[in-house]
């Protein structure tokens, strides 16, 4: 029985790790830490702050057969509608990317288009998470470019990637959780806890994706100066963008693994959907919900339009076809910022499944909640 207990406990971390990354917006904190964290804040906005006169160059880096869809769709629209520097999508391969958990964006520029068209490379670089982490034609583009002096951003499991680049060598770093045995075994890096961000000579790491909401406004402010990065936090729903974040409050924990596979084997649950989408459609809020849905494990998403292919708010071309009217709608919410369209997105989630599940979609996001929703435990 325990043979067979270690191997659900095996399974259901295995599937964890496939999808590691997501979002980890504003962490309720004491204001004795944010304030001690200020320096850190401080010290990343000055290591991000453009090393040259004109208008910056942002690369977001896909992998065509996988890319983390919040990692790669939110800092592209936060740096689009913050107009601070001109931004591009750039993959292996032009064309199509295939989002995790779901979704499908059209018509990025491939590496050798880029080059073209900037002679001089990207000022900066993020780096989603991909799967797989270790693809040479990504890692050759980035290592080129950070040898050439762009500062680079890895966003969640991005870091791993960076990893495989050899930027972590030598560096202090941080990470999505989940991934930090493997981070640690590159030679010299130093993880540093309690820390949603941190920059190291020209190498910028953060935790869960939810780190992407702080880390790109952070990045914001480099450039753009504080108010314009306000402007951005008030719009997407958060208060604060610094450093502060309680580690404790992630792991997989024997608990946490056995209820995963638990509910994973209830196969009768699983549930195809689709999200409404249009032109003009919100990036930001539409990639927190479908990811925070589709990794409760039950929901197959697809994007519904009776016209096709939509452009997002942000210029991206969004991958969709017309779909069944009796099919279940992925719940979004006019009115509402996109922070708060995740913790609804939660809430129903319990609703709908049970607070565990909910609690395991909060881990693999690395978003400990907001004020309005309820907090995520410390894992025993």
């Known amino acids: ?22 979002v980890a917006a504003q962490l309720p904190t004491s204001p004795q830490v944010a304030l001690l964290d200020q320096p850190e804040k401080r010290a990343f906005v000055e290591a991000l702050k453009p090393r040259q006169a004109g ?27 913050a107009d601070v520097a001109d931004v591009y999508v750039v993959a292996p391969r032009a064309g199509r990317v295939n989002l995790y958990p779901a979704l499908q964006i059209d018509g990025v520029q491939d590496f050798a288009h880029f080059d073209r068209g900037h002679p001089a490379g990207p000022d900066y670089i993020i780096v989603p998470a991909m799967d797989p982490d270790d693809d ?12 050439q002096g762009a500062r680079v951003i890895g966003i969640c499991s991005g870091v791993r990637v960076l990893g495989q680049a050899g930027l972590l060598d030598g560096r202090r770093f941080t990470g999505h ?57 008030t719009e997407i729903g958060v208060t604060s963008w610094g450093p502060e974040h309680d580690s404790d409050r992630f792991g997989l924990s024997l608990g946490r693994a ?46 519904a339009s009776d016209s096709g292919p939509v452009t997002l708010r942000s210029g991206l071309t969004l991958l969709a076809q017309p779909a069944d009217k009796d099919l279940p709608r992925l719940p979004m919410h006019a009115g509402l910022t996109p922070m708060e369209q995740l913790d609804r997105a939660l809430g129903q989630i319990a609703e709908r499944y049970g607070p565990k599940r909910r609690d395991w979609v909060m881990q693999e996001m690395e978003y400990a909640g907001s004020n309005n929703e309820p907090p995520l435990v410390k894992h025993q």
């Open 1 to 22: 029985m325990f043979g067979l207990l270690r191997a659900l406990i095996v399974t259901g971390a295995a599937a964890f790790g496939l999808f590691n990354c997501a």
């Open 177 to 233: 959780w989940y991934d930090r045995s493997t981070l640690l075994e590159y030679p010299g890096a130093e993880y540093v806890p309690r820390q949603r961000y941190v920059a190291d000579r020209g190498v910028a790491t953060t935790t869960g994706i939810s780190a992407s909401v702080p880390a790109t406004l952070a990045l914001v402010e480099s450039i753009g100066g504080h108010e314009k990065a306000r402007a951005m936090a």
């Open 258 to 303: 056995w209820s995963y596979v638990l509910d994973r084997v209830a196969v009768w649950r699983d549930e195809d959907w689709v999200v409404d989408v249009r032109n003009g459609m919100g990036d930001i809020a539409l990639a927190l919900a479908a990811d925070a849905w589709s990794r409760t494990g039950h929901v197959s998403l697809q994007a």
């Open 136 to 147: 040479p034609a990504v890692t050759q583009w980035l290592g080129k470019h950070a040898k």
């Open 55 to 81: 208008r910056p160059v942002i690369a977001i880096i896909a992998l065509n057969e996988g890319t983390e869809m919040t990692d790669l769709l939110l800092p592209h629209a936060v740096l689009q509608r």
